[in-house]
């Protein structure tokens, strides 16, 4: 499949689950859309990421295999990196800590530029770090910021973030920074991949889905907020309710909230089976959470098992008369 | 064999893709660019499956009957062994920051050389027969059906991977390449397809010690002819021992030290350091290759290979195990050796009998590596050093891949390098260190009939070296490991003529100045010392 399919493809998927809820609603299947796809979804979710981690716990680590990125423990007048190259727990989860919120592999990125003759320069590539940062900071905040919709009274960690996300106050009702901010995110991350060519060779249908999904979940969001208004009171009413487990469904909504609503559904069920899943995984890399310290602890393998060898007996059997003519000292002197 | 086009040939890669889709592009075997099949000999010493006489090129590789259940059972196997393989075939997100990374598609241009895709290559069958999504969508969820096609597509790729580590580094969720390149050859070897460069020096490892096939007498012999050089050169007469029980070292260092040059200066180095400071060491003729290329064909064939480090260390009744400079080995003792061959309990925590200093960073292993000892006796003022020795020698340094990503070693070799020789460059910073480059012929690639492939990987390095050369006049250039002391000459004589390749401990070597010694005209490879050069004339007049 190529670029432009798969583009085509994933395009297609998400357009389809747009004219769903569309259709659904307007045919008088509110509950559906408005109650039990997202409680499956959520179920789903929960359900999914659980399990797949433990899939991936059930495999051990035999050995211990991380990536040093800096310099060992060796000596006292020696400075070692306890972040790139940790010798303990405390070690391991700073390095951890740096990886997972900062992001600090990406951090480390180069860009190969080459040239005739051949010359070859690694300039400094801090782009994709910028754009994956700014991607999923603002959807972490879009997604604290809708807890709104499901505390009563708010939260006032809630509140503080909507002052400050929306801290250049324009508009009525005021802008959210990190509503845009993840609209360009997406946009960034899509434009990437279409752009370099390498990139757009190996992208998958899986790979502009999510992005598209997204873009879409936020744009939807964006425009419910600021253009096509829906009934707040009433969105209020049916998250409180589905957060509460007494499910009300309020008349008159408005239709492009279902379609945001089902939108999201789908990015929670979707979530497990999905890359998205690198979310939970980062934190089981072996490359990553492991301490550099497997010569100073033996580390066990479950499944270590006997192999056979070729031991010191076999070997002198078949070298003694040229070992004692070398002077070579043997076990067996017959 | 094929011959290998000129530098200006080969220096225009163009990195853009083809049209077609990945996923329907498959290699076309070219002399240069893969390595010849293993002969059946070599796979019948250590049992391996399917020995028989075949070549890449042929069409019908003779893959046993049930190639696909042996196929999708070994991955299934692996997947439940290892997180590493199941974690990282899942969580790939495509980012693309490994992609320009990797040696071999800077120098090739290949796209199925970026990481990203190598991995995709397992993936796509992980996907269809490993999950859901892949049974139900097929290609619209990335999955590929196994087809005889895909074995060779494998075997292509997998075999032009140096396990370099260098992607993981940049990879936001440490997805290793080596493991998924680990995992790609032990299937591989599973159906017999299998690289005699691998397989010969493993045959010959297994049974004779080493991967040259040197037997004892012969292993002797090729030592004490070092020590008739060193005494040419210094007038100190070294005396080694072999398999002698009750010394307090055994000194286990990569094969190639005894068999090539330059490696053999290297280790000419070993042998004038631990004689000036007195060390009371052996050799082993049984366990006489450090490097372990059991690593490059599966784990449990490292594991094989490895147990001759303890089980001659316990034979020999010896303290601890002092380790040569070698990269692979240092993986493997590293990450490795104490997992699958330990504990090492019949052996004492290592401590210098010349410094007093306790590794405690090597006190479950009970193996120090030569730079970590030479840089403890350099601090403690232990080595009479003359480093201007060295001043014709302007030296940059090749951080080894994995004594760099697999433990760290960076400061001690550096350290070492500084006291012994005057005039050190560092190459670039997104060059050394844990962003180094691989020589290009690591993992077992080292072989001549790869050879277009090699100076394609090796550009990388190569031109951080030609940097430093213009830059600096750097002329040498250091290593700690003998694969690149092999192959590091033609890559440097390929791209970068006028740089030569050391050992760390072929310039300690130069600058030690030994008790008793005569005055010194040459260095070990008998060319004149800075300053010496007129006497060298006088001499041959």
């Not at chain 1, 859309?33 to 409680?39: G, K, L, S």
């Not at chain 1, 600021?226 to 998250?239: N, P």
């Not at chain 2, 040419?232 to 072999?242: I, L």
């Not at chain 2, 398999?243 to 286990?252: D, P, S």
Request: proline share 6%.
């Amino acid at each position: 499949m190529n670029a432009s399919q798969a583009m085509v493809f994933s395009l297609v998927a998400v357009g389809i689950l747009v004219c769903l809820p569309l259709i659904g609603v307007t045919a008088g299947m509110t509950s559906l859309f408005a109650v039990i796809i997202p409680y499956a979804a959520v179920a789903l979710f929960f359900v999914g990421v659980v399990a797949r981690v433990v899939r991936w716990a059930r495999s051990p680590v035999p050995f211990r295999i991380p990536t040093t990125c800096g310099q060992q423990k060796s000596f006292s007048w020696i400075k070692a990196d306890p972040l790139e190259n940790p010798t303990d727990t405390k070690g391991v989860v700073l390095r951890m800590i740096l990886e997972v919120l900062l992001f600090r592999s990406l951090f480390r990125n180069t860009r190969l530029e080459y040239y005739d003759g051949p010359k070859i320069r690694y300039a400094s590539a801090k782009w994709l770090w910028l754009g994956a940062i700014v991607f999923h900071y603002s959807f972490l905040v879009v997604l604290l910021r809708h807890l709104r919709f499901f505390s009563e009274p708010v939260v006032p960690l809630v509140t503080l973030l909507e002052s400050v996300d929306g801290f250049l106050e324009v508009g009525l009702p005021r802008l959210y920074i990190s509503g845009l901010a993840l609209l360009a995110g997406v946009a960034y991350l899509f434009l990437r991949r279409v752009t370099i060519p390498q990139l757009k060779y190996i992208s998958l249908p899986s790979d502009y889905f999510p992005l598209f999904l997204i873009f879409a979940i936020a744009t939807t969001g964006v425009l419910m907020r600021y253009i096509y208004k829906v009934d707040i009171v009433g969105v209020k009413e049916l998250t409180m309710g589905l957060a509460t487990f007494h499910p009300v469904i309020p008349e008159g909504i408005g239709t492009i909230f279902y379609i945001h609503l089902f939108l999201v559904s789908v990015l929670f069920a979707y979530f497990p089976f999905s890359k998205l899943v690198h979310m939970a995984g980062v934190f089981l890399s072996p490359t990553r959470n492991l301490p550099n310290n497997s010569r100073m602890v033996r580390h066990i393998n479950p499944w270590n098992y006997p192999v056979k060898v070729h031991t010191y007996e076999e070997y002198e059997d078949e070298f003694r008369e040229k070992m004692i003519e070398a002077g070579l000292p043997v076990e067996k002197k017959e | 064999m094929a011959t290998v086009p000129k530098p200006s040939e080969l220096g225009k890669v163009d990195h853009r893709p083809p049209q077609r889709p990945w996923t329907e592009t498959f290699p076309e075997f070219r002399p240069g660019t893969y390595c010849y099949s293993a002969k059946p000999k070599n796979l019948e010493v250590v049992g391996l499956p399917n020995p028989r006489e075949w070549s890449p090129t042929d069409e019908d590789w003779k893959l046993p009957d049930d190639w696909k259940d042996i196929t999708l059972k070994g991955m299934k196997d692996r997947l439940d062994k290892f997180r590493s393989f199941k974690l990282f075939m899942d969580i790939c997100v495509r980012c693309g920051a490994c992609a320009d990374k990797c040696h071999y598609f800077i120098g090739s241009g290949d796209p199925k050389n970026m990481p990203v895709l190598r991995a995709e290559l397992i993936r796509s069958i992980y996907r269809n027969y490993f999950t859901g999504s892949g049974k139900i969508l097929k290609k619209y969820a990335g999955a590929r059906a196994l087809t005889e096609q895909i074995i060779k597509e494998w075997f292509y790729y997998f075999y032009q991977c140096t396990e370099c580590r260098r992607c993981s580094v940049f990879c936001p969720y440490g997805i290793d390449t080596a493991e998924i390149t680990m995992m790609g050859r032990e299937l591989l070897n599973e159906l017999g397809c299998n690289i005699d460069w691998i397989m010969g020096p493993v045959a010959n490892c297994y049974m004779n010690g080493n991967h040259l096939g040197i037997q004892p007498h012969a292993f002797k012999d090729m030592i004490m002819f070092f020590v008739d050089e060193i005494e040419a050169v210094t007038g100190v007469r070294v005396e080694p021992t072999f398999n002698r029980k009750g010394a307090e070292v055994l000194f286990i260092t990569p094969s190639g030290d005894v068999f090539a040059d330059p490696g053999t200066y290297t280790l000419m180095g070993y042998m004038m350091l631990f004689h000036e400071i007195g060390l009371d060491y052996t050799w082993s003729t049984y366990a006489s290759e450090g490097g372990n290329f059991g690593l490059f064909t599966s784990h449990e064939m490292m594991k094989r290979l490895n147990a001759k480090m303890y089980a001659e260390a316990k034979r020999l009744k010896v303290k601890w195990i002092l380790g040569g400079e070698c990269g692979h080995m240092w993986r493997v003792i590293n990450q490795y050796m104490d997992t699958m061959n330990g504990p090492a309990d019949f052996l004492e925590v290592p401590k210098s009998p010349i410094t007093g200093t306790v590794f405690e960073n090597a006190k479950s292993t009970k193996m120090v590596h030569i730079a970590e000892f030479t840089a403890d006796l350099i601090r403690h003022g232990k080595l009479n050093l003359d480093p201007s020795r060295n001043d014709n020698k302007i030296v940059t340094f090749h951080d080894s891949c994995n004594t760099s990503r697999a433990m760290g070693l960076f400061e001690e070799p550096r350290y070492v390098l500084k006291a012994v020789c005057n005039h050190f460059y560092d190459m670039p910073e997104n060059t050394i260190r844990e962003k180094t480059f691989c020589c290009g012929s690591g993992s077992g690639l080292n072989t001549d009939e790869f050879m277009e492939m090699r100076m394609r990987g090796g550009l990388p390095r190569a031109n951080a070296v030609r940097y430093v050369h213009e830059k600096y006049g750097v002329n040498m250039l250091a290593c700690i490991c003998a694969i690149d002391r092999a192959v590091l000459p033609p890559l440097m004589n390929y791209w970068v003529p006028g740089v030569e390749v050391t050992g760390l401990h072929e310039l300690v070597g130069n600058a030690l100045v030994m008790k008793g010694e005569k005055k010194r005209t040459t260095d070990l490879r008998y060319e004149p010392l800075p300053g010496m050069e007129e006497e060298e004339e006088a001499e041959d007049v």
